[in-house]
C-alpha cells in the first residue's frame, strides 16, 4: 500500500455465522454490502482450513482467529473521499465490497492483498512500472484504469472507469506476467471475485481437497 496511508482496522471479534447459501458462488455474484460480508466469511473459512500458513502470510493473527482476512468496511466518509479524488463514482459492487472491508488480504491462491480506500488508484498516477496504461489500452482497455491491488503471483487486479456498462459496473481483469495479454473480461469487481474463489476451488479439489464437503 501507499506510503502513509492509515492502516485498515482489523476486525478483532469473531464474525457472526451467515445465513445458510448466503456466501454461495452458485447464488451469483454479491450485490450488497449483507452479501459481500457473507460472501467473504464462507472465503475465508474455506480458505483458513485449505490453505497452508504460508500461503496466508499477509494475514494476522488477530485476522486468522476471527476468521476474516480483510478489515472493518469502509465509512461513508471514507467512500466519499475516494471518489472525490478520482473524480467519479465508484462501480457499485466494488462499492460495496469496500464498505463490507475496506482491503483484503489473501483472496485466493495467486492474489495477496486487495489496496484500501486510501491507496486505490489511477494507474498513471501511480506511475507503476509493472505496465504503463498506453501498454494495456493497447491490450483493449479504454481507461482510466483503477488498480485495485497490489502484486499478488506477478499478478494484479484492474478495472477499467472507461467502460461503463448500463448498471455502472466497469470491466475487471487480472493481468500477470504469465498470461499472453489481460486475462478474462469479467463484468464487474464482484464476479471477478467470484471468479477467483471457482479457481481456488478448482485447484484445491484437484489437489485432493475439495472446498465444499459434498465434493468430497
Known sequence: MQENAPDPVVHTERQAPPPEGAGDPAAG??????????????FSADMLRLLDEGDLYTTSAEQRSACWLGYDGATEERLSALEHRLG??????????????????????FMYRLRDTASVGWLDELEHEAFPEEY?????????????????????????????SPDG????????????????????????????????????GAQGRPARPEDD
Open 136 to 164: 494495456l489500452r493497447g491490450q483493449g482497455l479504454i481507461g482510466p484504469v483503477l488498480l485495485v491491488s497490489d502484486e499478488g503471483d506477478a499478478l494484479y487486479w484492474l478495472l477499467d472507469a472507461g467502460d461503463v
Open 169 to 204: 459496473e466497469w470491466p475487471a481483469y487480472a493481468w500477470a506476467s504469465w498470461y499472453p495479454g489481460l486475462g478474462e473480461r469479467h463484468h464487474s469487481f464482484a464476479e471477478l471475485v467470484v471468479g477467483e474463489r471457482a479457481s481456488f476451488e478448482d485447484l484445491v
Open 88 to 109: 467519479q463514482a465508484l462501480p457499485p459492487s466494488y462499492r460495496s465490497f469496500l464498505a463490507a472491508s475496506d482491503g483484503w488480504t489473501t483472496m485466493g491462491t
Open 29 to 42: 455474484p454479491p450485490a450488497t454490502v449483507e452479501a459481500w460480508r457473507a460472501f467473504l466469511a464462507e
